[in-house]
Antibody, heavy 123, light 108 residues
Framework: QVQLVQSGSELKKPGASVKVSCKAS????????MNWVRQAPGQGLEWMGW????????TYAQGFTGRFVFSLDTSVSTAYLQISSLKAEDTAVYYC????????????????WGQGTLVTVSS | EIVMTQSPATLSVSPGERATLSCRAS??????LAWYQQKPGQAPRLLIY???TRATGIPARFSGSGSGTEFTLTISSLQSEDFAVYYC??????????FGQGTKLEIK
């Protein structure tokens, strides 16, 4: 069965960096794009961008350029989100989510999600 | 960027009744719209894609309709486990894949 398992919660000080992992299993990792979604406390879902798991090419949404980096290690079917120069406003739950592809080959939204990783930035 | 607007922000419905949630796009997204359910402390779950196709394992009481700019998620007979926050998402014109702000479905 398809699973996305993310790394555990992180508590970081302002200015530090954090790297969140998302380990995929149950499917061919390089066949499906991976997205990252942020959810600030009590807020809605915000798409951060995606990474082509075949080429490693990332695309970042507006507001997530510069300090945010998506990367892969295909040898262990894992996607990573690294955030540098952390700020208090980066405090959120970060989700990885797989791009779903329907039987007809059409996109179907995000069909599998990781359990989320809470990143807390506080001095 | 396409803006997705959901209404109402909060919907109070009694168990067993029907719930109707709306999602409007600022420009046409064809049928490239998904609905997600999120319960407290959990990741979102895909309910509907292609505006009207139920994802695997989703009960038949969930149905989606609409195309272009106006979409509806209907839950025909609310069960206790259906009380949650629902988000719509367009994936027609991306990046970005934009989400609506969510509708909280609460017990009346």
């Amino acid at each position: 069965q398809v699973q996305l398992v993310q790394s555990g919660s992180e508590l970081k000080k302002p200015g530090a960096s954090v790297k969140v992992s998302c380990k995929a299993s149950g499917y061919t990792f390089t066949s499906y794009a991976m997205n990252w979604v942020r959810q600030a406390p009590g807020q809605g879902l915000e798409w951060m961008g995606w990474i082509n798991t075949n080429t490693g090419n990332p695309t970042y949404a507006q507001g997530f350029t510069g300090r945010f980096v998506f990367s892969l290690d295909t040898s262990v079917s894992t996607a990573y989100l690294q955030i540098s120069s952390l700020k208090a406003e980066d405090t959120a739950v970060y989700y990885c989510a797989r791009d779903g592809v329907a039987a007809a080959g059409t996109i179907m939204g995000f069909d599998y999600w990781g359990q989320g990783t809470l990143v807390t930035v506080s001095s | 960027e396409i803006v997705m607007t959901q209404s109402p922000a909060t919907l109070s419905v009694s168990p067993g009744e029907r719930a109707t949630l709306s999602c409007r796009a600022s420009q046409s997204v064809s049928s490239n719209l998904a609905w997600y359910q999120q319960k407290p402390g959990q990741a979102p779950r895909l309910l509907i894609y292609g505006a009207s196709t139920r994802a695997t394992g989703i009960p038949a009481r969930f149905s989606g309709s609409g195309s272009g700019t106006e979409f509806t998620l209907t839950i025909s007979s609310l069960q206790s486990e259906d009380f949650a926050v629902y988000y719509c998402q367009q994936y027609n014109n991306w990046p970005p894949n934009t989400f609506g702000q969510g509708t909280k479905l609460e017990i009346k």
